[in-house]
């Protein structure tokens, strides 16, 4: 199902060169860049995409989507920190950008100082999974074989410092449980392990896996965040199921330059928050399964800051080294 909703809305999206481009805002003004941390095609740079065709109807200004994947995010990160603070270089911010300030030791950029937060865009959740023959039929059932036995509860996510394995580390930690978090190359290769029975449950984002649990070929245990998914409204969350006051969610946004001028965020904000009214692209967004939320850039620079803390905590409880 995800995959059919993605295909529509990147034949809708993916135009020549990654531009946005309406009639009346070619001529009406410079373009603006939009740097993404992930290839095309993908939930984050669809996210992009969709949000700044509309911003630039608003703004009668061409936005151009400009790909730029690798490192965990500091590459397109780097290349927004340095840009000039004009107003006309946007970054896709995402938890990502919160994860490596905490996981590397040095960065090429001050994640707070650089960077000037703008708005949220959209949350996502995230679910703890199990095979549909795995003797785990409930949140309880899993949490009691870990705490009887010690070390033996294997749990997949994608690879060391992604926002899934990073949440699997928080869960291990909140529930007092020993587990072992095993890492893989992609979705893929998780949800292979916990068919064939090498690991025992998985965290994972909603959205690629929705169709594959409303299928029964996997089952949820628990969604991950503070209130259930919509997605998946008859999944227990894990604070309902055992882990109390749990509760964490994926999340993107948009940032600028840091230095960038005030008027010029207020004026990105403004445009950002109306497209992120208009029916069509929460519609869009709700069928990449994200729940639109925009922000001020004071809430949005909060946010960040908080989730600094938050996954350098995790990192560190979890003996991951710093990079």
Known sequence: MFSSILARVVLS???????????????????????????PGGAGDLTARIVAQKMSEFM???IVIDNKPGAGGVVATNAVA????????????????????????????????????????????????????????SLPDLLAYARANPGRLNIGSINVGSTQNLVA?????????????????????????LRSGDIDAAVEVVAPIVGQIKGKALHALAILGDVRSPDLPEVPTAAENGVPNFGVRGWNGMGAPGGTPPTLISKL??????????????????????????????????????????????IEKAGIPRQ
């Open 82 to 137: 340095k840009a000039p603070p004009d107003g006309l270089t946007l970054l896709l911010m995402t938890n990502s950008v919160a994860v490596t300030a905490s996981m590397f030791k040095s960065l090429p950029y001050d994640t707070l100082k650089d960077l000037a937060p703008i708005t949220t865009l959209a949350y996502f959740d995230m679910v703890m999974v199990t095979s549909p023959n795995s003797k785990f039929k």
């Open 13 to 39: 999206l993916l135009v020549i060169s990654g531009a946005v481009l309406p009639a009346q805002a070619q001529s009406t003004g410079r373009s603006i860049r939009f740097v993404v941390p992930f290839g």
């Open 60 to 62: 009668g200004q061409p």
């Open 269 to 314: 904000n403004h445009a950002a928050n109306a497209a992120l009214s208009s029916p069509e692209v929460k519609k869009s967004l709700m069928d990449l399964s994200l729940d639109v939320r925009g922000s001020t850039p004071e809430q949005m620079a909060a946010l960040l800051q908080t989730e600094i803390q938050r996954w350098s905590q995790v």
């Open 169 to 193: 580390q928080m869960f291990k930690s909140s529930a007092g449980i020993d587990a072992q978090i095993v890492p893989f190359n992609g979705t893929p290769a998780v949800v292979i392990a």
